[in-house]
């Protein structure tokens, strides 16, 4: 992709509502693509997400946003040491790097990652058996669709996206198919990845959502 894709992808982007900060304040070079050394330069305090050489500032998340991620990292740790999984669970912030990719580092809201041969201490090289992601004002579009395509293209083998404003929970079995099943939060709902023995109980989620009264 030459620069002036990117001119282009960043226009649509800004129609799109992404909120993005200028280079200058993150001490990078005027123009783009930017990669993961232009990244790892930027200072660690400011969180921002890099997706085909385009840098992504990414607001702080709300608290039904934290909620479900919580209730959703409760729940798979609880399902994975019951069965005593190799695998394990991980909350945003944590880095990406899919495989090949020198221009991408994105950063999930939870993961799961079963083959600890690709992780550092700062970053996992490769793809998550396992991405969920939340959907807010911001990062809808980027999620349902830029992000969805990265996920599977980089191998992710199951992506959840979850809409707390329609209350449903969109499932992609990339192993199958690129159409997602669509669940309600009164769900019972499985991680297709663990063959069914774990499973996400979204009536109980939907309750402590309700319970916060925002």
């Known amino acids: 992709m030459d620069w002036k894709d990117h001119e282009q992808l960043e226009k649509l982007y800004r129609e799109a509502g992404i909120v993005r900060d200028p280079a200058e304040a993150y001490n ?11 990244y790892y330069a930027i200072p660690e305090e400011r969180r921002v997400e890099l997706i085909d050489g385009v840098i992504y500032d990414m607001a702080a998340p709300d608290y039904i946003h934290q909620l479900i991620i919580g209730e959703m990292f409760e729940q798979i740790k609880s ?10 669970v991980f909350v945003s912030p944590c880095d990406v790097q899919p495989a090949g990719e ?18 550092t201490r700062r970053l996992y ?9 939340v959907l807010s004002s911001t990062t809808r579009r980027r999620d349902l669709g830029l992000k969805r395509q990265k996920y ?5 083998r199951e992506y959840w996206i979850v809409d707390p404003d329609s209350r449903q929970v969109l499932v992609y079995d990339f192993d199958h198919s690129d ?4 669940y309600p939060f009164s769900a019972q709902i499985p991680i297709l990845i663990s063959d069914g023995k774990c499973q996400i109980d979204f009536a109980e989620i939907s309750e402590a959502i309700d319970e916060l009264n925002l």
């Open 179 to 182: 159409v997602p099943a669509i």
């Open 152 to 156: 599977m293209t980089s191998g992710v």
């Open 125 to 133: 090289r490769g793809a998550p058996a396992f991405v969920m992601e």
């Open 102 to 119: 020198d221009d991408t580092v994105v950063q999930p809201d939870l993961m799961v990652i079963c083959s600890r041969e690709n992780l």
């Open 79 to 88: 399902c994975i040491r019951s069965h005593k999984s190799l695998c394990r």
């Open 28 to 38: 990078l070079p005027e123009k783009g693509p930017y990669t993961i050394k232009d």
